[in-house]
């Protein structure tokens, strides 16, 4: 199922919504390339991302963030995965909303918590102080409007499979107007 990508596909939600593992699927299933900005921020900077927090704390790394999606104009249009709290800084926001359609992956809180308590100890705690349903209900609390805000669609992923969510994914690209590009084989509309 190639398509000629017109746009990026950005992937937003909060750490444990899926958005690398599906951001992979979906490039596989589209034949487009994959990026993951937290990867490319480590590539840009030769630091780890708990390096760069480190050194400067996060605001540093949000600028590296917008460095990133500024950079992105130059390469290949295809699947973007971004980190969780890339939607803090207004002008990241902007950044996403000119690169393409903007996909949410919507997990609810529970489900989120569940997801992370598994990897709870190989992740960068964001608040150290709260427990981490604490930590998680806060952070969904203080995000989901931004990632709302500039959400071309919000996709529930509770229950479907990666490759549901991927047909879902697909599903919307090919509703939207103008088109986000050619479905080899898809004859709607012409």
Do not use: C
Not at 69 to 85: A, C, P
Not at 111 to 127: M, T
Not at 133 to 153: F, K
Not at 167 to 186: M, N, R, T
């Amino acid at each position: 199922m190639g398509i000629n990508l017109s746009d990026f596909i950005i992937l937003v939600g909060p750490r444990g919504s899926g958005k690398t593992t599906l951001g992979h699927a979906l490039a596989r299933a589209i034949d487009s390339p994959f990026y993951d900005t937290d990867r490319m921020v480590e590539e840009m900077t030769g630091e780890s991302i708990s390096q760069i927090w480190e050194r400067g704390g996060e605001e540093l790394f949000r600028d590296k963030e917008s460095l990133v999606l500024q950079s992105m104009r130059g390469f290949s249009k295809g699947v973007v995965s971004t980190g969780g709290g890339i939607v803090l800084k207004s002008e990241n926001r902007k950044l996403l909303s000119g690169l393409g359609p903007v996909f949410y992956l919507h997990v609810h809180v529970a489900n989120l918590i569940g997801r992370l308590s598994s990897s709870f100890d190989k992740r960068p705690r964001l608040l150290k102080d709260l427990s981490l349903p604490e930590e998680v209900q806060r952070i969904v609390s203080e995000r989901d409007p931004l990632y709302r805000s500039i959400a071309t669609r919000v996709i529930e992923i509770e229950s479907n499979s990666i490759a549901g969510t991927v047909e879902d994914i697909v599903s919307a690209l090919k509703s939207l107007e103008p088109p986000i590009g050619e479905f080899p084989g898809d004859t709607k509309g012409k």
